[in-house]
């Protein structure tokens, strides 16, 4: 007997099993199959929607599709009709991406209401730590709570810039049956604008001079062992200086954090086109938010008042064009600020220069209008106003 050709109801469960390794989902989920047909004698016929034409898993795709289908009784061939999405809906696959994300996130203890902002760039050496480390400084500098995670678990630099050398300590904390880390805390600003930066980076936990030892150790998971065993407590905002490069670290963090912001690091001069792409593809392959572009190293001007733009211009614009994000900031190049980032002092909290107050305006713009801090305690004071009138009128009537 001829087993009967498997209707499309069928197939369609059966291609839930192909998962795409990039976005974390399965095809038909994120809606990677426009169609399914099944003919009398069993030839199925699957469309499938590749986020761009070129896309290097293809091959592992095609592959999958067919194994799962062709096993199936009644199945006497599988075809394929590949097709690739429109921009509208490559940005529809994304949010569905996004949301699977964020469904199956794994529990962090980086409170909700924090907003979450990584330091990225295409190429290392563009001043990613010092960019992180500034405006951190300068956010906190506003009043605000502000983490500080030192993501570069093998080339960390954040605790010279901040100037803190002190282990971390666990403590037993309430609600939680193992100890957590207490991140090193350091207050920022004067009067009203006291802020305060939390501090977690892997310098607190291994010597400089050892830390490659230790590669491929127990470090390859630090990063996610920090955001799920770090005590943050209360937190405005989570600045992450991330690893050069596109690895693993980006992907834990999408995984764990999806509602991460990618503030993108760009000298002048680099080639616009090429880290575009490559700034681009990062934010694709961990579906981040791209929130904006910084160009640091910048035209300096020396005393006289002559500008030299040592590594070129307009880099920071292009690619901030090439992305369609704001650029935040051009920050110059100055002795001060990598005499602050040598003494521990970073210059945009005391520092004076065009560099010192570039970093404060985009602090100030990433608290206005990028990234605000979320209102809780507005929300929370009108909830109490709304439950005390009710109670008023309760007691009136
Ligand atoms: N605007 C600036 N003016 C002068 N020096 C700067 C400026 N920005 C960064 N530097 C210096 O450039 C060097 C590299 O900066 P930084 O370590 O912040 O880069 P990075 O992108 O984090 O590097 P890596 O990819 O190695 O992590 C440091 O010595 C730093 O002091
Ligand atoms: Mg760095």
Known sequence: ???????????????????????????VTLGMVPSVAVSPEGVVTVGVKLTIGGCPLRAQIKKDVESRIAVHPGVTDV??????????????????????????APDTNVPLTCKVIAVASGKGGVGKSSVTVN????????GFTVG??????????????????????????EGSDRPRIMPNELVVGRGLSKGLL???????????DTALMWRGLMLAKAVEQFLRDVHWGELDYLFIDM?????????GLARMLPRTDLLIVTTPALAAQKVAARAADMARRSFLRVCGVIENMSAFTCEHGQSYALFGEGGGQTLADEIGVPLLGRVPIEAAVSAGGDAGAPVALDGVGPAAD??????????????PPANMAGCSARMLGLVAAALDAKDAG
Do not use: C, H, Y
């Not at 405006?135 to 506003?142: D, G």
């Not at 500080?148 to 904390?173: N, T």
């Not at 939390?198 to 400089?208: C, M, R, Y």
């Not at 970093?359 to 990234?371: H, S, T």
């Open 1 to 27: 007997m001829i087993a009967a050709a498997p209707d499309v109801e069928t197939v369609t469960e059966l291609l839930r099993a192909v998962i795409d390794p990039e976005l974390g989902a399965d095809i």
């Open 79 to 104: 075809r394929i009709e590949w097709g690739e999405m429109t921009a509208d809906e490559r940005s529809e696959v994304m949010t569905k991406a996004r949301w699977n994300a964020r469904e199956n």
């Open 135 to 142: 405006v951190a400084a300068a956010v906190a500098a506003q």
């Open 148 to 173: 500080v995670l030192d993501a570069d678990i093998w080339g960390f630099s954040v605790p010279r810039l901040l100037g803190i050398d002190e282990p971390l300590e666990a403590e037993k904390v």
């Open 198 to 208: 939390k501090v977690v980076s892997t310098g607190f936990l291994v010597q400089e």
């Open 243 to 251: 690893p050069p490069g596109t690895g693993d670290v980006q992907m």
């Open 358 to 371: 570039e970093f404060r305006a985009i602090a100030r713009r990433l608290v206005d209008d990028i990234a």
